[in-house]
């Protein structure tokens, strides 16, 4: 397949999100044979604009992204965390090429209502979505036309290569890694649970 992966690369990050999910999800999908054009959308947007600002050069960048599928005419569209996209980029390639599939993964939570609406804005002109939270809040997002999965964070062989679990002699029993600023639901758990040792 030719795919057009569109997420937030971070080229100007200088290396430091090596481990980001976007970058696996492409090796992976190079690795199982597919070719992948991978578009990042805050990049392209911080280049639209001779300010160097993202929201600035968004209009840009969404133009570029059907440029590019134009020069690609990928069979799958695959989307990632590009909160600058507009939606009416995924009509515009629906109309153009429809039987170009547009998929869509999350890995933020969407127990938060304003990122539970965000997924919902594009998921009309959506084939699929793949998020890393389940159960009744993925649930929210099921419609006639559209297959929702849950799918676990995305680990690679050749950035995970750790094997702590392979340690059979540990004094933790729990080891959270995540964020809690601005987390209300996370920061509830941890106030409950006063014993966790945070660093």
């Not at 937030?8 to 690795?31: M, P, V, W």
């Not at 559209?146 to 050749?158: D, E, Q």
Request: hydrophobic share 40%; aromatic share 14%; net charge positive.
């Amino acid at each position: 397949m030719k795919i057009l992966h569109i997420a937030n690369f971070g080229f100007n990050k200088q290396g430091a999100h090596f481990y980001c999910t976007d970058r696996k999800i492409s090796a992976g999908l190079i690795e199982n044979g597919h070719f992948v054009y991978d578009f990042s959308f805050r990049d392209m947007a911080r280049m639209g604009t001779i300010f160097k600002t993202k929201k600035l050069g968004a209009k840009w960048a969404n133009k570029e992204v059907l440029k590019v599928v134009n020069n690609i005419e990928p069979d799958l569209v695959l989307i990632g965390h590009s909160d600058l996209m507009s939606p009416d980029v995924l009509r515009q390639i629906k109309e153009s090429y429809p039987n170009t599939k547009i998929a869509f993964w999350y890995v933020d939570p969407l127990y938060l209502e304003n990122k539970l609406d965000f997924v919902k804005a594009f998921s009309p002109y959506l084939d699929a979505i793949f998020c890393t939270t389940g159960g009744e809040y993925l649930q929210k997002l099921k419609q006639p036309h559209l297959s929702v999965a849950y799918m676990p964070n995305v680990g690679h062989r050749n950035v995970e290569t750790l094997q702590q679990f392979s340690n059979s002699k540990t004094d933790k029993t729990f080891i959270f890694c995540g964020v809690v600023y601005k987390e209300p639901e996370r920061e509830k758990f941890f106030s409950v649970h006063d014993k966790f040792h945070r660093t």
